[in-house]
Structures are given as structure tokens and as C-alpha cells.
């Protein structure tokens, strides 16, 4: 009989970074041009990020539920308040925000 061969690992290099409060982009922008040139797609794992460079990678985290999802970083914002992060609707669906309008969340980048 052969050997079993040992599964992939599938710990991710993550960099935690300043968490705070995430909002998320309306439908009613779909189409909209972001800071990256891309057009807005609500149902994409995108994001909002001031500072992150676009294509970014970042791991946004409900600690509320425990539930995470990777976004990456194609516009620029928010602008609003105390906010760190805009996530697209399928993003703030996936971490179950949708209810809320915003949430505290925390952030980690993934490294390649």
C-alpha cells in the first residue's frame, strides 16, 4: 500500500492591522468608477481601504460571529466618520453586517 501524501498547509501569512469600524457600499453604486479604474461590482469580495495599496489582500473579520472574508482593495475611503474599511455588499453579506449598516471589524493582510 502507498503512503498517504501529507495535505497542503493551509495557514496563510497574515500581517494584523488597525481594525475599527467597516460600513459597505449600496447596489446603487454598481457600475460607479473606483479609485483603481475598475467599475464597482456589489456581488465582488472587494473594498475601500485609505492607505492599502490597490490588490491588496485583506482579511476582514466580524468579531461579533467569528465569521471572515478576504476582500481586496480596488477604491479609496471612507470618508465618513470613524470608519476604516467600506466593503462591497457580498463582502459585508459573507461577515453578516448587511443588518447593521456597520460593525466593528478586524483586519489582517495577506501576505504572498
Known sequence: MLPTPAAPSLELDIEPIAGGVASYYGRHLAGARTASGQRFNPDALTCAHRTLAFGTKVQVTNPAN???????????????????????????????????????????????
Do not use: W
Open 66 to 112: 467569528g465569521e471572515s472574508v478576504v476582500v481586496t482593495v480596488n477604491d479609496r475611503g471612507p470618508f465618513h466618520g470613524n470608519r476604516v474599511i467600506d466593503l462591497s455588499h457580498a463582502a459585508a453579506e459573507e461577515i453578516g453586517i448587511l443588518g447593521k449598516g456597520s460593525s466593528k471589524v478586524e483586519l489582517a493582510v495577506l501576505n504572498d
